[in-house]
């Protein structure tokens, strides 16, 4: 069965890192667009990141830019998100989302993302 399953969240200071992983099964990866989303209390969901299905092209929110990085291991079935200079404003829950067709741009609307894991917390708090 498709399953997207996000870790690596956690309680980090203003500056500090974290990489987030999502691990893919019950499908074949190198397949699809894959992305991440974030949530925050109160606001809309977002996209922060989304790269193509062989990695050749990424894409990612303003807010966002030089600071996060986004790449995949197909082999290992994973996506990441290493996330550098965290910020306050970068709490929110992370999602990870597969586009429901194989292949395309790598989008940041929600509408586009067809299968969604769980969420990881990530808090950037003193």
């Known amino acids: 069965q498709l399953q997207l399953v996000e870790s690596g969240g956690g309680l980090v200071q203003p500056g500090g890192s974290l990489r987030l992983s999502c691990a893919a099964s019950?499908?074949?990866?190198?397949?699809?667009?894959m992305g991440w989303f974030r949530q925050a209390p109160g606001k809309e969901r977002e996209g922060v990141s989304s790269i193509s299905s062989n990695g050749d092209r990424t894409n990612y929110a303003d807010s966002v830019k030089g600071r996060f990085t986004i790449y995949r291991d197909n082999a290992k079935k994973t996506v990441y998100l290493q996330m550098n200079n965290l910020k306050p404003e970068d709490t929110a829950v992370y999602y990870c989302?597969?586009?429901?067709?194989?292949?395309?741009?790598?989008?940041?609307?929600?509408?586009?993302?067809?299968?969604w894991g769980q969420g990881t917390q990530v808090t950037v708090s003193s």
């Open positions: 019950g499908f074949t990866l190198n397949y699809y667009v």
């Open positions: 989302a597969r586009r429901l067709y194989t292949g395309g741009y790598p989008l940041l609307d929600y509408a586009e993302y067809a299968y």
